[in-house]
């Protein structure tokens, strides 16, 4: 389910001419009904503003931001403009040192080997961070993605997977799907066919045709028929389907895999129908 928000800002409303509102354009959001909920929840509590107004700082946000950080990038970005004078200053005072060093006092000396030590400390504090975001970037934060219109099946598999220890995380918006992947690093994902935005199919298209995410074990949990799934299973490249309502000693194989080595996808039949 998707609500539509086109709210106005109530509090800069009043005081806009006709004309003025003439000019405005109306933009139109389709987000889940959960979605609008929180944000209208922290925009009334947090920030005790309309939901709107949230909506404009957040762009406006976002805009000076990347305007004055056209660069802008993650801590791998940061360190290497870091380093940079970094090595710049290490190789100048070692270059005074060897050059000047007879020449040079003691108290001299002394501060310019400081400037190295602290210089040092420095690079090794962005190497650990360095090292901290790369395991962050490939740890997994969650093991399963389910991805569903219907909130009751993300709660039902949820409660069930996290009951055997698997870490899983459920949205009902297929257009999040590729954030999620960036941030959880799922191991599988359980994907709807039928939802409000775009296809199963097309979504787990994207998937197994991008090179950092095609390793993806990708299943459709659907009410379609099986052999309607079995047609496109292979030109979509998901690994197979589990029908509605589920077998879950079906699924009890898929946590068997993630509690091994993980999904490579090949454990499983093409179609994972719900046949006893």
């Known amino acids: 389910m998707v609500s539509s928000i086109q709210e106005t800002g109530k509090d800069s409303d009043l005081e806009i001419s006709e004309k003025d509102k003439e000019a405005k354009e109306r933009i139109a959001l389709l987000v889940s009904s959960e979605e609008k909920q929180e944000w209208q929840d922290f925009a009334e509590n947090k920030l005790e503003c309309t939901l709107s107004k949230l909506i404009r700082n957040a762009v406006e946000f976002y805009i000076t931001l990347y305007t004055n950080n056209p660069e802008f990038e993650s801590f791998s970005k ?10 710049a200053i290490m190789g100048y005072v070692h270059l005074l040192i060897e050059k000047n060093k007879d020449e040079l006092s003691a108290e001299i000396l002394s501060i310019l080997r400081e400037i190295l030590d602290k210089c040092n400390v420095l690079d090794a504090k962005i190497g650990a961070n360095l090292e901290t975001d790369r395991q962050k970037s490939q740890n997994p934060v969650i093991d399963i993605l389910v991805v569903d219109d219907d909130t009751a099946t993300i709660k ?36 709807d066919i039928i939802l409000p935005e775009k296809s199963g199919y097309d979504i787990c298209r994207e998937i197994k045709n991008d090179e ?10 659907s009410a ?44 499983f039949a093409p179609s994972l129908e719900n046949n006893e």
Do not use: W
């Open 78 to 87: 940061i360190s290497h403009d870091l380093k940079e004078p970094l090595t």
């Open 156 to 191: 039902i598999l949820q409660s069930y997977f996290e009951l055997r220890g698997i870490r899983c995380k459920g949205i009902t918006s297929g257009l999040k799907v590729q954030d999620e992947i960036r941030m959880g690093h799922p191991a599988a994902i359980l994907l």
């Open 212 to 221: 950092l995410t095609k390793d993806i074990a990708v299943y459709y949990i």
């Open 224 to 267: 379609i028929p099986g052999y309607e799934i079995e047609k496109l299973i292979e030109t979509t490249g998901a690994n197979g389907y589990f029908s509605k309502p589920f077998n879950f000693n079906q699924i009890e194989e898929l946590i068997k895999s993630l509690k091994s080595d993980g999904p490579s996808g090949q454990e």
